[in-house]
């Protein structure tokens, strides 16, 4: 399939213009101020289906942001792919810490930075630009629909009902989703599983408004101290999560799948140097990356209260915030494990405060089967185009609706992200290597081709 090579090579300019226009584009879903912004990406996104090819094209409305439905459909004998990924990104903040502008994308170093590079604007735009690629080089082998929603960032809100409101139209053999990471180029790696997710926010109330330290620090109790100490105390000294039950549900993982993690390649030199850290930390007995993929986890993500504009003001404070994540893996019920927090968190709380947690959103932990033909057409793909047997590998970052379309269309997923750990997606100079752009294009209709000789 040279003509693969040969297409990419005549028109990879325009296919990174393309994703640099898209990118321009601040599609901030948690952020109402950037409402239009959202809307435009989802046109952007709908014009170029159309203009690669795709039938039935069609911003369909929710509650929220629009979903971007098109299709190919050739024949009801053939296999059908979904394909889902998301135009709307994460806010932009702490904007100073940018180099360049995060709606002003640069090309350096053979990487484009602008926020949503690599999550997932420049991942779903693959997918776009490979469906164009085959359109122009004799057409799709099999039937291909895509869903491209605009409320990924912020909990995918509407998507299960617009999903069972049209199981017909969303029909399918397979879903493709590419919005991970790989572990780099030379080990290219398929992921293989998520994490689900509980979040919530936490209030402490002391006295009822703002005290002078002075003159009734000592005597009545800081929310901020008694956060900070309730917080300290939600591990445990093995680095372990001190909830009662939280572990109860947690599937242990075999032995052997263990080894074969460990034999993965990563290196932690180079992981603590990446983030500028002498040391790693967490639970005790397990490695960086059971850490960071089978294990369940409890972190703050924000913590604020008090004073803290510029210079000093001797303040008692009345209220205290924060909002904590944890981490789930397979077997762990989301909304089980919120109770869990909330019923624990109320119930260290000295008396000298109140403690309000509420809830946001969740998500249940995946794993994808590596035995289907989906998976196998994935991995032959990855292995054409990188030269490598792809290893299969679960990754930290949560993606619920994986475990959605498993529940209310029955359809099993295929992560094949071509991300990098590194790409800092959620972080300023969030970046995405022109060459995972291209390698992804290039590995994508391999996908398809072998998706559909499997299956017949
Ligand atoms: N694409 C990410 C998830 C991801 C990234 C999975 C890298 C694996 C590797 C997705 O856009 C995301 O950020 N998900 C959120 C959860 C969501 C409910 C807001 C997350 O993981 O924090
Ligand atoms: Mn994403
Ligand atoms: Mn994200």
Redesign the pocket.
Known sequence: MSEIKNYIASNQERFIGELIDLLKIPSVSADKAYAKDVHEAARYVADKLQEAGADKVEICQTAGYPIVYGEKLLDSSLPTVLVYG?YDV?PADPIELWTSPPFEPVVKDGKIYARGAS??KGQMYMHIKAFELMMRNGGVPCNVKFMIEGE?????DNLETFVRANTERLSCDVVLIS???LISLDNPSI?SG??G?S?LEVEVTGPNRDLHSGIYGGAVANPINVLASMIASLHDENGAVNIPGFYEAVEKVSEEERALMAKAPFSLEEYKDHLDIEDVQGEKGYSTLERTSIRPTLDVNGIWGGYIGEGAKTVLPSKAFAKI?MRLVPNQDSASITNLFQEHFTSIAPKSVQVIVRPH?G?EAAVTPTNSVAYKAAEKAMETTFGKRPIPLR??????IVTMFEKVLGIKTV?M?F?L?SDA??SPNEHYAIANYLKGIETIPYFFKNFTEMNS
Do not use: K, W
């Open positions: 998301h994460q999550d997932d990924e960032e912020v909990g995918s919005d991970t990471a992921t998520l994490r997710l979040y994540s959103h998500g990754s930290g970052g949560s993606i619920p992560l992200g991300g750990d997606i959620h």
